[in-house]
T-cell receptor
Framework: GESVGLHLPTLSVQEGDNSIINCAYSNSASDYFIWYKQESGKGPQFIIDIRSNMDKRQGQRVTVLLNKTVKHLSLQIAATQPGDSAVYFCAENSYYGQNFVFGPGTRLSVLP | GAVVSQHPSWVICKSGTSVKIECRSLDFQATTMFWYRQFPKQSLMLMATSNEGSKATYEQGVEKDKFLINHASLTLSTLTVTSAHPEDSSFYIC??????????????FGPGTRLTVT
């Protein structure tokens, strides 16, 4: 499948700052996207989702932006906290009811 | 929210033996379950998709005779790694999607099973 990488980019931010994690997807037919958070030794945890008919969606402290023109997705975390330290994956779904394709992930490290 | 469990959470086995991993949906009926494998510092890679009562669909490159998947009920799917070798050591994660809603993207993940083959 697509969007599988061998390297894990790392983003380091100061506690209290805002974080922006980016994801590029390759399938222009993808119409549903999810951001997951995965802590060490655990399964992925749902954060927020967005459908292709939207370009922005907000949750509690998180915002997802979708730019279909350049096939780019971002996750913004406001006032980053130590508990936000984890690996973040974007996932795309291009068929109704089929499986998700995961991006390579970004490790977020929150500095005290 | 929907809860998916996996058992065991970690297992160590000797090379050549078989290991069974269970995935259960605790509070919903899962018409479809997915099995993923994740190597250190890598993303999740889909291994197979299983629908209750039918044979699993394996992704390209995944040996169906080595990774046996059974989805005999709406709440349980099992993955059996047969004749395990050290290269099979990985983090195995299942996810489940509920039935009843025709237009459902929602997929709930289990906590994962760490397999170490010595």
């Amino acid at each position: 499948g697509e969007s599988v990488g061998l390297h894990l980019p790392t983003l380091s931010v100061q506690e209290g700052d805002n974080s922006i994690i980016n994801c590029a997807y390759s399938n222009s037919a993808s119409d549903y996207f999810i951001w997951y958070k995965q802590e060490s030794g655990k399964g992925p945890q749902f954060i927020i989702d967005i459908r292709s008919n939207m370009d922005k969606r907000q949750g509690q402290r998180v915002t997802v932006l979708l730019n279909k023109t350049v096939k780019h997705l971002s996750l913004q975390i406001a006032a980053t906290q130590p508990g936000d330290s984890a690996v973040y994956f974007c996932a795309e779904n291009s068929y109704y009811g089929q499986n998700f394709v995961f991006g390579p992930g970004t490790r977020l490290s929150v500095l005290p | 929210g929907a809860v998916v469990s996996q058992h065991p959470s970690w297992v160590i086995c000797k090379s050549g033996t078989s290991v069974k991993i269970e995935c259960r949906s605790l509070d919903f009926q899962a018409t479809t379950m997915f099995w993923y494998r994740q190597f250190p510092k890598q993303s999740l890679m889909l291994m197979a998709t299983s629908n209750e009562g039918s044979k699993a669909t394996y992704e390209q490159g995944v040996e169906k005779d080595k990774f046996l998947i059974n989805h005999a009920s709406l709440t349980l799917s099992t993955l059996t790694v047969t004749s395990a070798h050290p290269e099979d050591s990985s983090f195995y994660i299942c996810s489940a999607r509920g039935g009843g809603r025709v237009l459902s993207y929602e997929q709930y993940f289990g906590p994962g099973t760490r397999l170490t083959v010595t």
